[in-house]
């Protein structure tokens, strides 16, 4: 598979758009509780991974979701990559009610395809 190929790259949109599904699919019309944090996150993740794969696209995923309760304390993130930019990317979602954030990041790291090779 080339990677000039559109089928073979990353799209931040369709992530996106998976994304977005997976968190609304999980946490519309809900109040946080602190006891369903766990399970909520598990299925988000869950959902993300089930439809990544669905796209059958030469990536490793990563998938990270954060849910926090809104009660005015800050929350920071940061990551770094080390990859190559021209065939990895990621895709960050953050979401949020009244009661409740949640950041959900999806890194695709490519599968190393550059150097296959027939067996003779």
Partial sequence: MDFADDAA??????VDTIV???????????TYNAKKVTD???HIVDNCLRELQSLNKPFKYIITCIIMQ????????????FWDPEKDNYCQVPWENQNMHCIVTVYGCAVNIDNTHELD
């Fill in 9 to 14: 790259k990353y799209s931040v949109e369709d």
């Fill in 20 to 30: 977005k599904n997976a968190i609304a699919g999980c946490l519309t019309d809900v």
């Fill in 40 to 42: 909520w996150t598990n």
């Fill in 70 to 81: 809104k009660n005015g304390a800050g929350l920071n993130t940061s990551a770094t990559m």
